[in-house]
Each structure stands twice: as structure tokens, then as C-alpha cells.
């Protein structure tokens, strides 16, 4: 049951990694690229991390590819866009075959299958997904967690600073 | 304490009482979502001393059907230069993310049935809060998109002002949320209305620990910024009648038109109901006397949600429509300053008291 809603999904999220690079028009695009990552959404859930799976649609389909959607609708790409931005495919082809190459290599020697680690299911079924990864960013990651914080700020008053001519 | 009914202890049982459950809250949905319509013409009506809809039925009552039959049989018109694919996904991408938030909201206590316990509600997310707030996020797309895909200048209008507004609200609705969960500490929102039953103040025993008592700031701001993200007065810049024809809509007919008005009322329901999940105890009774406790939770629940969409519609009637500026001001300057000055108070007093 759940091996065969894992290959429909992925079947989907592969179709629609397609489209984002096939399509005509630049807002079809921008629409495949919402439908993968609401898949990888529905991934994180299959891999017991709702939270996960949550912060992916706010962040990524939800604020990220809004903006995205609305700056080509703004400037209205049109059909230009992919004449223009053509010359290189070759080099990505040979890069995305490596990776791929790289990948089949990993899930054939490495040991993909099987938890490892004290984060278990189990564990994540009685604890709670959010519980368990806000106590990991409070206490053992708070110097990373508050310097990705700054870096953050850092980046708003750079925004800022760049849209404004005179500050 | 009975277990849980679930796949694996007796999964036919389980899943006629899913498909029953799907069944019954989507019906009600509709339903309201119909009769919303009559409501809001017929109250707004009575406050301009008018009386609405008077024709159809008694007291107009049968115009929702009236309306739904005559836009079933209208023209299905899609513009010729409109972009195709994103023209027909647009009211779609609109309804759902409305229709399935309604999910993750208590409508009662536990049953038990065949002994096993069901809860009142269609699933118990442990993160339901965020997922509310995920598909508030996708909620945007079907305007953005009709907007778009029209290829006309006042749906074009009407989609960009919908995107920055909605947006910008989005951060402060998040932010004001956040203060509830620091005080709930849990993300569910079946334990959050359970929290709520308890006497207010650990003292007063008469009224329930409702999270308005202890939140009034946060349920204000949640009001003002949900009214923000469903686009009714006085924030209905996307689709301002008087200067963009019919905003975001212009375009459409039939029952595509349809499906946006639904999708308006369903995002007004939801509204209301998380508002009153959040806030008012869910479907908990206003006063913790016995005789209340008695009455079903779902007959609160619609009561408190009715409630919320008579004072939605209230406002309609009373208050012109903000100008643009004076929205992104209230947004940015107003609001989400207030909200993070409310969740600093809260931390501080979460961390004080323990």
C-alpha cells in the first residue's frame, strides 16, 4: 500500500521536475516547480517528519515560490525567457547524469535501508516530530541555530539597504 | 480509557467512519457555505434597511439554490488570449486548500463506538497548527494565478494587490499564532481545546480557560489579519468593485465564478472556526455550568462560528475599503509590531511562571 503511493508520488514529482524545465511559458514553470516540492512535502510525511513536511510548504511552496511567481508576473516573461537561456543544457545533462550515476552507486553499496542513530520512528511517534527537533535546536544547536538567526537579519537589512536609494 | 480506533485494530470500521466523517463535514460546509451567501445579503440588507432577497421562497430562503442553478447554466467563457492550463487550475487551487484546512478542526468530545475511541474530527495532526498555516500559504496561488492568466489589466491588478496583501498579513497571522502554542505547547489542535476546558485562572470556576481571556490582543490581531487574508471588507482591495470591475475574477463566468464565491465563504468558515478553535474554546461551552456541558460540542462550535461570520459580515455593512497604502501601513507598521511585542510578553511570562 504504501510502496505503491511511494512510486505514484514519485512518479508525479519526476513529471512535474520535467515540466519545470520543459515549459513554454515561465509561470507554468514556476507551477511544475510548486507541485514537486508539495510532493517532497508528502516524502517528509512518508518518512515520519511532519514537521518537516509543514515548513516545507510554508517556507518553499508557500512564501518562496509566491514571490517567485509574482516577480515573473510583474515582469512578464513571456515565451523569451527559454529562447534566451538554452546554451547550457549540454553541460547540465552530463552533471545530472553524474549525480544520477553517483546516486544508483549509493543506494547500491551504501546501506540506505535500516534506522541508525537515536532518532527513531518509534521515538518520533511518542515524542512528537516538533518536540524533538525544537529541544535538538535549543540545546545542542544554539550557537548554529542563532548564527543562522543573525545571518538572517544580516540578509533583511542588506534588502533593505539595496532597495532604498537613500537610506 | 478505550484505544484508539485506527488502520490497524479494525480497519473496516475505520475507514466507514473516515468516509462517514468526510462525508458529514463536507456536506455541512456546503451547506453553510450556501446559506452564508443568503445570510450576509439578507443581514447587510436589514442594516441598510432593505430586506434582501425576498422572491425566492420564504423570506428568499430557496436564492442560494436559485443562484446555483442559473450560474450552472451560464455560458463557460474562457477568453482567448487567457493562458489555458493556469485559467482552469485557478478556482481549484482556490477552494481546496479552503475545503481541506476544515480537516484539522474538533467539532466534539470522543465517542466511542464499537469500543474503540473516535475523536470528533477528521484527523489529529500533532502539527495542525502549521498545517493550517501551510495551506493559508497555498491559498494564494488561485488568486495569483486568475489573476495572471486572464491576460487582463483589472484581474492582473486585482492578482498583484492579493499577493503583496496576503503576503504581508500572512507573517503577522503566523506570529500571533505562535503566541497561543507558547501557552498551549502543543501544536494539536484537539489537546489545544482541551486545554481550554479547565476554570479560568485555575479560579473562577464557572467560565472555562478560554485563550481570548488570556490572549485578547492575539485574538484581535487574528481577526483583523484573517479578515486580511480572505480579502473581505474593509481589506477587499483584490477584488474592489468600484475601481477593478470585479478584480481577480473579472475574467470568469459560470461555474468557475461559482467556485471562487464558494472558495470565499469556505475561507470565511475556516476563518471562524480556527478563530474559535484558537481562542474560544472550540467546542467547548461558553459557561462551565452542567447544563451546557450536556449540549453536543458541535452545536457550540457552529455557534461560536456563526458568530464570528455575523460580526465578518457586520463589518462589511459598516466599513469603507482601506486604501492601499493605509493597508500595507497597518500590515507592516501596526501589526506586526503589536504581534511581536505580544509573543515577547507571552515568553516572558511562560518563562517567569515556571
Keep these: ?167 | 480509557m478505550t484505544e484508539m480506533l485506527s488502520m490497524s485494530n479494525n480497519w473496516p470500521l475505520f475507514v466507514g467512519i473516515m468516509l462517514l466523517k468526510l462525508v458529514v463535514v463536507f456536506a455541512v460546509t456546503m451547506l453553510i457555505v450556501a446559506y452564508a451567501t443568503w445570510c450576509e445579503r439578507k443581514v447587510i440588507g436589514h442594516m441598510q434597511t432593505r430586506l434582501g432577497p425576498m422572491r425566492t421562497g420564504w423570506h428568499g430562503l430557496l436564492q442560494p439554490i436559485a443562484d446555483g442553478l442559473k450560474l450552472f447554466f451560464k455560458e463557460d467563457i474562457i477568453p482567448a488570449q487567457a493562458s489555458k492550463v493556469p485559467f482552469l487550475l485557478a478556482p481549484m487551487m482556490i477552494l481546496v486548500p479552503a475545503l481541506i484546512t476544515i480537516a484539522v478542526i474538533p467539532f466534539g468530545k470522543d465517542v466511542t463506538v464499537g469500543g474503540f475511541t473516535v475523536p470528533l474530527q477528521i484527523t489529529d495532526l500533532n502539527i495542525g497548527v502549521l498545517y493550517i498555516l501551510a495551506f493559508a500559504g497555498l491559498g494564494v496561488y488561485g488568486i495569483v494565478l486568475a489573476g495572471w492568466s486572464s491576460n487582463s489589466k483589472y484581474a492582473l491588478l486585482g492578482g498583484v494587490r492579493a499577493t503583496a496583501q496576503m503576503i504581508s498579513y500572512e507573517l503577522a497571522a503566523g506570529i500571533t499564532i505562535i503566541a497561543v502554542f507558547m501557552l498551549s505547547e502543543t501544536l494539536s489542535l484537539r489537546e489545544i481545546v482541551a486545554l481550554q476546558a479547565g476554570p479560568l485562572w485555575g479560579t473562577i470556576t464557572f467560565l472555562p480557560d478560554w485563550y481570548v481571556y488570556k490572549q485578547p490582543l492575539a485574538f484581535g490581531l487574528f481577526i483583523i489579519t484573517g479578515l486580511a487574508e480572505i480579502n473581505r471588507t474593509p481589506f477587499d482591495m483584490p477584488e474592489a468593485e468600484s475601481e477593478l470591475v470585479s478584480g481577480f475574477c473579472t475574467e470568469y463566468s459560470s461555474m468557475k465564478y461559482a467556485l471562487f464565491f464558494m472558495a470565499e465563504y469556505a475561507n470565511m468558515i475556516v476563518i471562524s472556526a480556527i478563530a474559535a478553535t484558537l481562542f474560544l474554546g472550540g467546542w467547548g461551552a461558553p459557561l462551565n455550568i452542567g447544563i451546557l456541558n450536556m449540549v453536543p460540542g458541535v452545536v457550540w462550535l457552529l455557534a461560536k462560528v456563526f458568530a464570528i461570520m455575523f460580526f465578518f459580515i457586520w463589518l462589511r455593512a459598516t466599513l469603507p475599503r482601506v486604501r492601499y497604502d493605509q493597508l500595507m501601513q497597518l500590515g507592516w507598521k501596526v501589526l506586526i509590531p503589536l504581534a511581536l511585542a505580544n509573543l515577547a510578553v507571552t515568553g516572558l511570562v511562560v518563562v517567569l511562571q515556571l
Design chain 1, 1 to 167: 500500500m504504501e510502496t505503491i503511493f511511494f512510486y505514484l508520488v514519485a512518479l508525479v514529482t519526476v513529471v512535474s521536475g520535467y515540466l519545470v524545465v520543459r515549459c513554454q511559458s515561465p509561470v507554468n514553470s514556476g507551477l511544475a516547480l510548486v507541485n514537486t516540492f508539495f510532493c517532497l512535502a508528502i516524502f517528509y510525511v512518508m518518512l515520519y517528519a511532519p514537521f518537516m513536511a509543514a515548513i516545507q510548504v510554508i517556507v518553499y511552496a508557500g512564501a518562496i515560490m509566491v514571490l517567485i511567481l509574482f516577480v515573473i508576473m510583474l515582469l512578464n516573461l513571456g515565451t523569451e525567457a527559454r529562447k534566451r537561456y538554452t546554451h547550457g543544457v549540454v553541460w547540465a545533462a552530463i552533471a545530472s547524469l553524474l549525480v544520477l550515476l553517483n546516486l544508483v552507486f549509493f543506494v547500491k553499496r551504501g546501506r540506505v535501508t535500516g534506522a541508525e542513530g537515536d532518532i527513531t520512528s518509534s521515538l518520533i511517534m511518542t515524542e512528537g516530530h516538533t518536540e524533538l527537533i525544537g529541544k535538538a535546536l535549543y540545546t545542542d544547536f544554539l550557537l548554529p541555530f542563532e548564527i543562522a538567526s543573525v545571518l538572517l537579519l544580516v540578509a533583511i537589512v542588506g534588502a533593505v539597504v539595496l532597495a532604498k536609494k537613500d537610506v
